[in-house]
C-alpha cells in the first residue's frame, strides 16, 4: 500500500508557485530519484514526520547538523535561555569567545577563528583570505569536491549541482572560473604537475579531506599527507573543508585523524546545532591578515549569533559529555555489519563506504575513489532503491551522489529495521 502524501503534495504545488521549484536548496526537489518532496511536520530523535503524519527513519539529520537527533531538549533549552536575553546584537558577546576557545581547543591547527553563517561564507572567506594573504589568484579544487555556492568554487562541484547533472553553474563569470584549476580526487601526481605548470601562481589547494558529497569518498593512504607535503613545498596554503566533517568524524576532525595540520579550516554544520553558521580559521599568521587586522574584508551582521553560539556550544559538549564520537563508531559499525551482511547475498555489484557516522552505498562495481568513478554508478537503480525505502519509513538523501548521516538518536533497533528495509529494496531493484 502506498503511504498517503497528500497534503506534502498540495504543500509542494502551492511551493511550485511561490518558490523556484518548490524549495530552498536544489537536492530537497528529489529531482535526482524523481517524485516530489515530502514536506516536514516535524522531528524528534532518529525520525521525521510528513505532513499526512506518515514516519521515517531519517538519515539526512538535516545534511548533517543534527548529530545529537532532532529537537534534542539540551539543545531546545540553550537556544531558548539565549533567546530571553535577546536574538541578535552585534555587539561581541562572551559565548563567541567560548566558542572560539572551544574551536581551538579541539582543533589545534585552528590558532584563530572567525565565525559565519553558513559553510559557504566559510569557505567564501577562507579563498578570498588565502589569494590575500599570498598575493596569488588560482586556487586548485578536486572534482566533485562541494564547498558551498561560492562562484571560484561552484565550478565541477558536487552536492546539489551533480545530483542535477550541472556541477558547473550558469552564472559564474568565465574569468573567475578560469582561476580555478580542477583535478581528480586521489591523485597526487595531477597536483605535483599542476603546481609545477603554474608556478608562484596557485594560493590555495581546497578539499574535502573526506569527501560526502559525490556520496562518501575516502582520501586513498598517503594522498592527504602527500598534499601537505606539496603545499608546504610550493607554499601554498592548503585548506581543509571540514564544514561536513568537523565535529563529527572526530574532535579534532579527519586532520585529527590524519594527524595533519592544514594551514585553514573550514567549520559549518554540526557546530551550530541545527541553527545557521560556520566557521574558519587556522594559522595566526594567516588569519591576522583579516580586518580589522589586515588588509583582507571579510563581515556579517549576524556572525557569532547567540543563538547560534549557544546552541552549537550546547551540542559540542553533548557529545563530548555521552562520548559522542565513540558511540556514533558503534551505531555505524552495527549499520555496516547488517549491510554487508545483506550485501553478501546479494552480490558484489555494490561499492559500500562508511567513516564513523557517515556512509554511502554505489550502486557499481566500483572501486569508487573519484567523480568519474562514483559517476558510473546506477542512479536509476539507486531512485528505485531510494523510493522503496521511502515507501517502508527509511529516508535516504534523494541523490545517488550524498552520504548517509547518522545521529546518536539512532538505536540499534532503527539499524536492524533499516538494513531489512534494504535487503527488501535490492531484491526489488535487481533486473
Ligand atoms: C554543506 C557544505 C558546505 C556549505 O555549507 P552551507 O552551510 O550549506 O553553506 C561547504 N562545504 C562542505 C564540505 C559541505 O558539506
Known sequence: MKMNRSRSQLFFKEALQFIPGGVNSPVRAFRGVGGDPFFAQKALGSKVWDEDGNSYIDYICSWGPSILGHADPSIFGAIQS??????????????????????????PSVERVRMTSSGTEATMSAVRLARGFTGRDKIIKFEGCYHGHVDSL????????????QPDSAGIPRALAELTVTLPYNDLEAVRQALELYPGEIAAIILEPVVG?????????????????????????????????????????????????????????????????????????????LAPLGPVYQAGTLSGNPLAMAAGLMQLQQLEERNGFMRLEELGQILEDRVLA??????SRYVWHRIGSMFSLFFTEGPVRNLKEAMASDRERFACFFHYLLEEGVYLAPSQFEAGFLSLAHTPEDLDLTAAAMERALEKVIR
Open 82 to 107: 539565549a533567546a530571553q536575553n535577546g536574538v541578535s546584537f552585534g555587539i561581541p558577546t562572551a559565548r563567541e569567545v567560548e566558542m572560539a576557545r572551544k574551536i581551538t581547543q579541539w582543533v
Open 154 to 165: 561552484l565550478v565541477k562541484a558536487g552536492s546539489g549541482g551533480l545530483t542535477l547533472g
Open 213 to 289: 558529497n559525490v556520496g562518501l569518498i575516502l582520501p586513498l593512504p598517503g594522498y592527504l599527507e602527500g598534499l601537505r607535503t606539496l603545499t608546504e613545498k610550493h607554499e601554498v596554503v592548503l585548506i581543509f573543508d571540514e564544514v561536513m566533517t568537523g565535529f563529527r568524524l572526530a574532535k579534532g576532525g579527519v586532520q585529527e585523524l590524519h594527524g595533519i595540520r592544514p594551514d585553514l579550516s573550514t567549520f559549518g554544520k554540526v557546530i551550530g546545532g541545527g541553527l545557521p553558521v560556520g566557521a574558519f580559521g587556522g594559522r595566526k599568521e594567516i588569519m591576522d591578515f
Open 342 to 347: 545483506t550485501l553478501k547475498r546479494k552480490g
